[in-house]
Structures are given as structure tokens and as C-alpha cells.
């Protein structure tokens, strides 16, 4: 089991900054890509970023080139630099973070694991 708690949110004008972070506790191991989604009231959860295991990145072309994604292995944290926040950015944000599973027979699957998300509002 993985949990994953976010951190990092708030209230920030147009054009201002912030870095959201999310740390994972328990059985933190075969993590492989971990990623931010967001859900504005009334919309589908989509994704914002995300990072593999090897660094990769991929990003949401709303969000390319004002938002970074990084993440600290040995610390089993994930963050997201926000910067040049748009009022269309206000939403929760979740973090999410996919554990390999290997069954007896070897066959694999990911599983999902979701933090309880943290809310970023950004004012006009």
C-alpha cells in the first residue's frame, strides 16, 4: 500500500508562482511513472504532467512551458513548479503515482495510487 499526501497549494494571483509537492509513505517501491492530474468543479480530472522513472517527461500542452515536474527518488517525492499561473489553471490537484505488480505466474500490472489533492486558486 502507497500513500501519497500533496502539499504546496493556495491562493496566487495571475502570473505568480507555486510549487506543489507530493510525498509517497508505505510500501514505496517499483514506483514507475508519477504524475499530476487536475479537476476543476464540473469537469473530468485530466492530466497535467508527468514523469517516469527514468526522468521523462510529458506535459499537457495548456500547461507546457510554465510548468515543470521533477521528482527526488530517494525521497519519494514528485513535485510541480508553477509558473505564469493562468486563472484557467484554478483546480484541485492530485497526484498520482503507478506501482508495478508481478503476479505468481509473472505476469505484470500497474497500479494507481491517488493522493487526496490539494487546491490551487489562482485570482484575475
Known amino acids: 500500500q502507497v500513500q501519497l499526501v500533496e502539499s504546496g497549494g493556495g491562493l496566487v494571483q495571475t502570473g505568480g508562482s507555486l510549487r506543489l509537492s507530493c510525498a509517497a509513505s508505505?510500501?514505496?517501491?517499483?514506483?514507475?511513472?508519477m504524475s499530476w492530474y487536475r479537476q476543476a468543479p464540473g469537469e473530468q480530472r485530466a492530466l497535467v504532467a508527468e514523469?517516469?522513472?527514468?526522468?521523462?517527461?510529458n506535459y499537457a500542452d495548456s500547461v507546457k512551458g510554465r510548468f515543470t515536474i521533477s521528482r527526488d527518488n530517494a525521497k519519494n517525492t514528485v513535485y510541480l513548479q508553477m509558473n505564469g499561473v493562468k486563472p484557467e489553471d484554478t483546480a484541485v490537484y492530485y497526484c498520482a503515482a503507478a506501482q508495478r505488480w508481478t503476479n505468481y505466474r509473472g505476469n505484470k500490472n500497474d497500479y494507481t495510487y491517488w493522493g487526496q489533492g490539494t487546491q490551487v486558486t489562482v485570482s484575475s
Open positions: 508505505g510500501s514505496v517501491v517499483r514506483l514507475n511513472t
Open positions: 514523469i517516469t522513472s527514468n526522468g521523462s517527461t
